[in-house]
């Protein structure tokens, strides 16, 4: 696997995932659809054009999830035992059709967990950015990695 066990991870340590993804209208609008989603900023490009964007708008939660995705081949590939938390989440800036996401982490803390020996808890801060730099969304992410040794 290529995934870091909790011991790899020091806090400080800043992580540039090396693949994007450039995020189309399907993207948008699959997802919408599978989330139930009918905000017309997402849907309706008519609507949209009247709206400050002047287009419609990737869906907040697929950009996000894109992030942590883009981060999985680096970082929890075979070695996460689950995701515990997603906080302190912002979106400053949209995304639209065409936009390519990339995606960093740092590693904000780490503790050994209290009642599973073979983990341990790290917290993230994990950033996704357009390809001009423009940062689309921020999050903290707490998860629970295997430990290397047991």
Do not use: C, W
């Amino acid at each position: 696997m290529t995934g870091k066990y909790f011991e790899d991870l020091e806090v400080g340590q800043r992580i540039v995932h090396g693949r994007g993804r450039t995020v189309t209208e399907m993207d948008n609008v699959l997802f919408s659809a599978l989330t139930m989603n009918t905000q017309p900023l997402h849907l309706d490009a008519e609507f949209a054009k009247r709206t400050q964007f002047g287009q419609r708008l990737v869906h907040g939660i697929f950009t996000m999830a894109l992030v942590v995705g883009i981060s999985v081949p680096d970082l929890t590939e075979g070695t996460i035992v689950a995701n515990l938390g997603y906080d302190k989440v912002i979106s400053p800036n949209p995304v639209f059709h065409g936009d390519t996401i990339t995606a960093e982490t740092e590693v904000l803390e780490k503790r050994e967990s209290a009642s599973k020996p073979d983990r341990g808890i790290v917290r993230l801060r994990q950033i996704g950015r357009k390809q001009d730099g423009t940062v689309v969304v921020e999050l903290e992410r707490t998860v629970m990695f295997l430990k290397r040794t047991q």
